[in-house]
T-cell receptor, first 109, second 114 residues
Framework: EDQVTQSPEALRLQEGESSSLNCSYTVSGLRGLFWYRQDPGKGPEFLFTLYSAGEEKEKERLKATLTKKESFLHITAPKPEDSATYLCAAKKPGNQFYFGTGTSLTVIP | DAGVTQSPTHLIKTRGQQVTLRCSPKSGHDTVSWYQQALGQGPQFIFQYYEEEERQRGNFPDRFSGHQFPNYSSELNVNALLLGDSALYLC?????????????FGSGTRLTVV
């Protein structure tokens, strides 16, 4: 069964305290692993797409990496404005994304 | 450049009623997908429309139906509403030939069924 699992469910960090979010997936025929950021009351905002194991993408304080079974979203020296829910989604052949339940990140000043 | 626009933003309906949600895709996008997001959960795929036809459907009952118009805008209809249909309904648009970019999501319609 295709499944995407994110951990932890919630994460509280002090400003400047780096950490990583995990996304484990069991999806046959993966056609991309996507990361989104979602603010309360808003729709998800696209961050990254990763296609193959070993691939890395960076944007400001965020870096996403991919292995054959997991993806990590590394947050370096986070700021309060990085507080949000981070969703990962696996795409199979076709048009459907399989989303995880997200990690709710709170960065305390 | 306007992104994805959804209306209404909030809606309260009574169990058994019918509801129509609307979505205007981002300019230049030709594909519209609908997702249901229950509180504390990730979005669940309902269906996708391309060239005015339903191209793929997730695991949702026939009470959920949709439509895409020639200008690429879309509607989601839900009949015989159940309490469990209460959720945030997200519309996402994309360009069919550029699927690797990820989708552009709207802010959603918050549906409450009482």
């Amino acid at each position: 069964e295709d499944q995407v699992t994110q951990s932890p469910e919630a994460l509280r960090l002090q400003e400047g305290e780096s950490s990583s979010l995990n996304c484990s997936y069991t999806v046959s025929g993966l056609r991309g692993l996507f990361w989104y950021r979602q603010d309360p009351g808003k729709g998800p905002e696209f961050l990254f797409t990763l296609y193959s194991a070993g691939e890395e993408k960076e944007k400001e304080r965020l870096k996403a990496t991919l292995t054959k079974k997991e993806s990590f979203l590394h947050i370096t020296a986070p700021k309060p404005e990085d507080s949000a829910t981070y969703l990962c989604a696996a795409k199979k052949p076709g048009n459907q994304f399989y989303f995880g339940t997200g990690t709710s990140l709170t960065v305390i000043p | 450049d306007a992104g994805v626009t959804q209306s209404p933003t909030h809606l309260i309906k009574t169990r058994g009623q019918q509801v129509t949600l609307r979505c205007s895709p981002k300019s230049g996008h030709d594909t519209v997908s609908w997702y249901q997001q229950a509180l504390g959960q990730g979005p669940q795929f309902i269906f996708q429309y391309y060239e005015e036809e339903e191209r793929q459907r997730g695991n949702f009952p026939d009470r959920f139906s949709g439509h895409q118009f020639p200008n690429y805008s879309s509607e989601l209809n839900v009949n015989a509403l159940l309490l469990g249909d209460s959720a945030l309904y997200l519309c996402a648009s994309s360009l069919d030939r550029d699927r690797g970019r990820g989708y552009t999501f709207g802010s959603g319609t918050r549906l409450t069924v009482v």
